[in-house]
């Protein structure tokens, strides 16, 4: 059975640190692997997608990587900004289940 | 384009009334479909997925249902709503190996 893990569960910085979130799975065989951003009573705004052929893919200031080997992903933000504050979720795509991890509330500083 | 519809956006109810919350996708055809809750303080579960019209396959037991009366349409459904049913409901959709997520419904129920 697949299980995403996310660490830390919550983190604050102050502005204009970059940062590492992190996402494990326990199974390899996926077929790719989405970052999402939740804002407080909002839906889920899709951030980067990886392609299981793929190694990382880059957004602006976010760049995402993944290594399906290990079984692990890195959401990277660089220059973080106040409005970077939310929560961001990891899922994994494999057969027909998407598998969420229970995120990392993230606080930016001012 | 793909378009996903969800609908109440917010909805009260009392215990033991019932429920029916609606999903809809436009600008795609034969989509795999899911239902998702977030519980308070919790992650996303995964509740329902439907690869086909009247194909329903659900993840954990519990106090509700779903349907796929037609190929872009997804139904959530309680008889009799309790008070661990609270949460954001999410419909999402995936065709191929991306998957697309709907703007949710937050369910409160006192």
């Known amino acids: 059975k697949q299980e995403v893990t996310q660490i830390p569960a919550a983190l604050s910085v102050p502005e204009g640190e970059n940062l590492v979130l992190n996402c494990s799975f326990t199974?390899?065989?996926?077929?790719?692997l989405q970052w999402f951003r939740q804002d407080p009573g909002k839906g889920l705004t899709s951030l980067l997608l990886?392609?299981?052929?793929?190694r990382e893919q880059t957004s602006g200031r976010l760049n995402a990587s993944l290594d399906k080997s290990s079984g692990r992903s890195t959401l990277y933000i660089a220059a973080s900004q106040p409005g970077d504050s939310a929560t961001y979720l990891c899922?994994?795509?494999?057969?027909?289940?998407?598998?969420f991890g229970k995120g990392t509330r993230l606080h930016i500083l001012p | 384009s793909q378009t996903i519809h969800q609908w109440p956006a917010t909805l009260v109810q009392p215990v033991g009334s019932p429920l029916s919350l609606e999903c809809t996708v436009e600008?795609?055809?034969?989509?795999?479909l899911y239902w998702y809750r977030q519980a308070a303080g919790r992650g996303l579960q995964l509740l329902f997925y439907?690869?086909?019209?009247?194909?329903i396959s659900s993840e954990v037991p519990q106090n509700l249902s779903a349907s796929r009366p037609q190929d872009r349409q997804f139904i959530l459904s309680s008889k009799k709503l309790l008070l661990s049913d609270s949460g954001f409901y999410l419909c999402?959709?995936?065709?191929?190996?991306?998957?697309?997520f709907g703007p949710g419904t937050r369910l409160l129920v006192l």
């Open positions: 999402a959709w995936r065709t191929g190996r991306t998957q697309y």
């Open positions: 199974d390899s065989a996926i077929y790719n």
């Open positions: 899922a994994v795509n494999r057969d027909d289940k998407i598998i």
């Open positions: 439907s690869v086909g019209i009247g194909q």
């Open positions: 600008g795609t055809s034969n989509p795999n």
């Open positions: 990886i392609q299981s052929s793929q």
